[in-house]
């Protein structure tokens, strides 16, 4: 590659569905590279399959890029100098280069059928040898050839792969891949290949060659898997007598049982992870270091910090494994240091959905801040909050008392008259609204009963809340207290309330 040549990546999906978390891995390395060296990154869409590809998996694949913040420069929505951007759209382009190959002897018409080359195939496997084309369109006369077309047999165009001496392509084919180094193929191991199918549809290994020469790709980074494609298309970038791309081939993204990711391993695209409340920058920050690490070792990082450091010279060519709890623990980092109102807006919604929220007003609003900081250093997601609030919105006491923990603190020696303290007193003084009017409380009751440590908290939690577990009662109970007084919000029970309707289980008949 010239040294000269300005850094341009590309990001080619297939629009078979939402963008997988190993496509978007991809898509952020061609991004950091891109921005790192301040050159072009480009989205390109392979759709020429076209019994898969639908505008609609376009779109979702573009939506779930730009949730990422991975903005392109040139595109099938953007355009650009080298447009169309889907290949489905450039057809005239792949067949005025085949014509060219076939004018200079590199390709030729292959009028085989299907049934034809399976049992070709069938035929090399029992005698022992590759399964490679046997050359028998290659030795038609050119009038055997015009007798065909003349008759309106399909043909397909197949590259031809000369092996003899003195061939331009003699010997066997190598790459310096920036990533896994030096990788050859033997000039055995490849027979003809065809670049353009009978119905004019051009294959992968072709289009990709000529689109990356057309759009003046400088660096190819693609997945592992595309490596055994790279020699077929050095040797078209060579019949052609075009400049060839460097090469970068990322490694496999591994369950955490070390197969291949999959959607038995769990949610694999990136929408589903957005769903369920990953942050974007969490999610770019997480891919990223799928196989790729900075030199100081940070694990948190925003992207213009990743921008800034990213080097091909440090992406391993090992596979990397995808930790979900990692990925929670990386998106909770994120999620920590939002400011209240950042948080708010992620999780209205949610809210919303719920039931909750029944009226957006300034009120409702510093209620939900409130209670979100109550549980914002616990959770990994923005799911997380709905579960995590759920206590203050649904208060049922036989299901409270049918939790064995809950039970395992009423079952206590002398619970039910403590119970009846805590209402009297609740009933007497209100429920503490701040931080002092929670300790007098707790000192009251200290008092009443000779309670202390957990013998006294306990009970009062369970009284108040009706949970045996949840965020410090010092926040929680004001929270409860104003929530149920808060207009707006769907019907909170406030913690005399509770309190009252667990004594009242207490003192029915038959209660243990």
């Known amino acids: 590659m010239s040294e000269t040549r300005s850094v341009r990546t590309r990001f080619a999906p297939s629009p078979t569905g939402h963008l997988h978390v190993g496509g978007a891995r991809t898509a952020i390395f061609n991004w950091l590279y891109a921005r790192h060296h301040g050159g072009v990154f480009i989205i390109r869409v392979e759709d020429t399959d076209q019994a898969r590809s639908t505008r609609e998996s376009e779109r979702m694949v573009l939506d779930d890029l730009r949730w990422l913040g991975l903005y392109w420069d040139e ?31 590199h390709a030729y018409r292959c009028f085989c059928s299907e049934d034809t080359l399976e049992a070709k195939r069938r035929d090399a496997e029992a005698e022992g040898r590759p399964p490679h084309y046997d050359l028998t369109c290659h030795r038609l006369t050119s009038g055997e050839v015009a007798e065909r077309l003349a008759a309106s047999v399909p043909a397909a165009i197949r590259f031809h792969v000369p092996k003899g001496p003195g061939s331009v392509f003699d010997g066997d084919v190598t790459i310096d891949d920036l990533i ?33 020469h057309d759009m003046d790709i400088s660096h190819v980074i693609r997945a592992e898997e595309h490596l055994t494609n790279t020699h077929r298309q050095v040797l078209l970038y060579r019949a052609l007598g075009w400049e060839i791309p460097k090469f970068a081939h990322v490694s496999l993204i591994l369950g955490q049982d070390r197969s291949k990711l999959s959607k038995r391993h769990g949610a694999t695209s990136v929408a589903a992870w957005a769903d369920d409340g990953y942050l974007p920058d969490a999610m770019l920050n997480y891919l990223t270091l799928l196989g790729w690490s900075p030199a ?23 596979p990397a494994v995808f930790d979900p709890q990692k990925l929670a623990w990386t998106n909770g980092q994120y999620l920590h240091k939002l ?51 759920a206590p203050l919105f649904e208060f049922d006491v036989e299901k409270e008392l049918a939790d064995p923990e809950v039970a395992e603190v009423l079952g206590s020696e ?32 200290k008092g009443a009963s000779g309670r202390k440590g957990k013998p006294l908290f306990m009970p009062i939690r369970v009284a108040t809340t009706g949970r045996a577990h949840g965020p410090e009662l010092v926040a929680l109970i004001p929270l409860l207290e104003t929530g149920a007084r808060t207009p707006g919000l769907a019907p909170i029970v406030p913690p005399l309330a509770r309190a009252e309707a667990l004594l009242a289980a207490l003192r029915a008949p038959g209660a243990s």
């Open 75 to 105: 595109g099938p929505d953007t355009g650009g100098p080298h447009a169309p951007y889907r290949q489905s759209e450039r057809s005239e382009l792949y067949a005025s280069v085949a014509r060219q190959l076939l004018d200079s002897g």
């Open 180 to 212: 896994r180094g030096e990788v050859t193929w033997k000039a055995e191991s490849l027979g003809d290949f065809i670049i353009l199918r009978s119905d004019g549809m051009p294959t992968y290994n072709f289009c990709v060659v000529v689109d990356d």
């Open 296 to 318: 100081d070792g940070v694990e948190i990082f925003d992207r213009d910090t990743a921008v800034a450091a990213f080097e091909l010279d440090r992406v391993n060519s090992a």
């Open 339 to 389: 400011e209240s109102g950042e948080l708010w807006s992620l999780c209205k919604s949610r809210f919303e959905a719920a039931g909750w929220l029944r009226e957006d007003s300034r009120e409702t609003r510093a209620w939900f801040e409130s209670a979100l900081a109550l549980t914002q250093k616990a959770a990994h997601a923005l799911a997380d909050f709905v579960p995590a609030l």
């Open 414 to 445: 002398g619970l039910e008259g403590f119970v009846a303290q805590i209402v009297e007193d609740l009933r007497a003084n209100g429920a503490p609204c701040d931080a002092d009017a929670y300790k007098a409380f707790t000192e009251r009751m």
